[in-house]
Nanobody, 123 residues
Framework: QEQFVESGGALVQPGGSLRLSCVGS????????MTWHRQPPGKAREWVAT???????MYTDSVRGRFTAIRDNAKNTVYLQMDSLSPEDTGVYYC???????WGQGAQVTVSWGQGTQVTVSS
């Protein structure tokens, strides 16, 4: 049974970096084309990157030059190194192999300054 387990999601400030991991099992990992996808809040899931077994890579325009997809066949793992993050990168990130209908639980990435802390100075 195919399985994908994503990890590494977090809250990060704009301009920051994050590295996601995804372990695939139940199939011959090194032979398969792997993909990264993301689902922004309130929107449909969208393709982010493709990793071919031979090492070729392809990215959607909005992340090219900022994201780097990496695969480690010895560990059955793909990674997504995300740099120069912006709030538009917020979403749940998934990995999958081409042809699969199975999805993992995803990794939540939130790019935000946070709520901040109210400071009041009063005499």
């Amino acid at each position: 049974q195919e399985q994908f387990v994503e990890s590494g999601g977090a809250l990060v400030q704009p301009g920051g970096s994050l590295r996601l991991s995804c372990v695939g099992s139940g199939f011959p990992f090194s032979d398969e084309i792997m993909t990264w996808h993301r689902q922004p809040p309130g929107k449909a899931r969208e393709w982010v990157a493709t990793l071919w077994p031979g090492g070729a890579l392809m990215y959607t325009d909005s992340v090219r030059g900022r994201f780097t997809a990496i695969r480690d066949n010895a560990k059955n793992t793909v990674y997504l190194q995300m740099d120069s993050l912006s709030p538009e990168d917020t979403g749940v990130y998934y990995c999958q192999k081409v042809g699969s209908t199975t999805w993992g639980q995803g990794a939540q990435v939130t790019v935000s300054w946070g709520q901040g802390t109210q400071v009041t100075v009063s005499s």
